[in-house]
């Protein structure tokens, strides 16, 4: 029987959506036939995963502190296989700032962008970008932090907001259209899924509560722009060094040319997430998922040989 730890929780503004990930993988685990046991990412989980001694993590984090390198490095420290990407492809594509300049930089279609240092105290004037603008955390996931600006009022307040609780903030063009979210599992392209929100955009309460959202899956595009759309995820997931899985969001304009917006290196696994509904859509049921995901940590730390006695119990 593999000893799975599943990391969950930690300090950042997603902690209840990651505990919803994490339940779900554990059971999901269980009625595998896996020992699986729930780990909070706190100051005590080194300690803790040396006793337990698993032989794989599932990483169920979300946000600072799990998407973005830092658990990562410690587990890789502590010798121990791990799902999702590495340190690297975390540490780049948290950064929403990095993100788009490397998108730009490889010629892959992004909304205009500039980013803001809020720690000097001085708040920004209007960038040269036209109203309306979004304006978001560099470094935030599941829309924490979103605002959409449509008058002078509002850049101020939001500015003001921001500067309580962030350092550096991203504004972007705003354009008007559909939005699509697609997700890659190992070098797969999933299908296509399309979200109708009830909010006016993709918000936290959207993503996670009951009824804040719609999930179209595939979503009803012609074949041209499907494949459109999956290039481009691919394409992403490739270029961040990404590994096992990924989501990647996509505006589609009205005019029907679409923008990526960000990656997501650990996609929720929550009842009304995105990656299980487009797996579920091609047979992938979600116990299947998780136990795919675990296989292949398992064979990476094969690969890496056994985790050093450090990680192991006295």
Same mark, same amino acid.
């Given at each position: 029987m593999k000893r799975v730890a599943v990391l969950m929780g930690g300090p950042s503004s997603e902690r209840e959506v990651s505990i919803a990930t994490g339940t779900g993988?554990?059971?999901?685990?269980?009625?595998?036939?896996?020992?699986?046991?729930?780990?909070?990412?706190?100051?005590? =989980? %080194? #300690?803790?995963?040396?006793?337990f001694a698993p032989d794989v993590v599932f990483n169920a984090l979300h946000g600072v502190g799990g998407e973005d390198g830092q658990a990562q490095a410690i587990l890789e420290w502590l010798g121990?296989?791990?799902?999702?990407?590495?340190?690297?492809?975390?540490?780049?594509?948290m950064d929403k700032h990095l993100t788009k300049k490397l998108l730009a930089a490889e010629g892959l279609p992004t909304p205009a962008w500039d980013v803001f240092d809020l720690s000097g105290g001085t708040l920004p004037l209007l960038p040269g970008l036209?109203?309306?603008?979004v304006v978001k955390p560099v470094d935030e996931g599941s829309s924490v932090g979103v605002m959409i600006v449509r008058t002078h009022d509002q850049w101020k307040e939001a500015m003001i907001a921001n500067s309580e609780r962030y350092r550096r903030v991203l504004v972007e063009e705003y354009i008007a259209g559909r939005e699509f979210s697609v997700p890659v599992l190992f070098d797969d392209v999933l299908? =296509? %899924? #399309?979200?109708?929100?009830?909010?006016?955009?993709?918000?936290?309460?959207?993503?996670?509560?009951?009824?804040?959202?719609?999930?179209?899956?595939?979503?009803?595009?012609?074949?041209?722009l499907t494949a459109r759309l999956r290039m481009l995820a691919l394409s992403t997931h490739r270029l961040m060094n990404l590994r096992d899985y990924s989501r990647t969001d996509i505006l589609l304009s009205r005019e029907g040319r679409p923008y990526i917006l960000e990656v997501n290196t650990l996609p929720g696994l929550t009842p009304t997430s995105i990656l299980p509904d487009a797996a579920r859509s091609v047979g992938i049921a979600y116990e299947t998922l998780v136990d795919r995901l675990v296989r292949a940590a398992l064979d990476r730390g094969r690969e890496c040989g056994a985790a050093p006695s450090s990680a192991r119990p006295t």
């Open positions: 993988v554990q059971q999901a685990l269980q009625s595998l036939g896996y020992h699986a046991e729930a780990f909070d990412f706190d100051r005590r =989980v %080194v #300690e803790a995963l040396r006793a121990l296989p791990y799902t999702g990407s590495g340190i690297q492809g975390c540490a780049m594509s036209n109203l309306p603008l299908p =296509v %899924v #399309e979200i109708v929100a009830e909010d006016s955009f993709y918000t936290y309460d959207a993503k996670y509560k009951p009824g804040g959202s719609r999930h179209l899956v595939p979503a009803p595009l012609d074949g041209d």
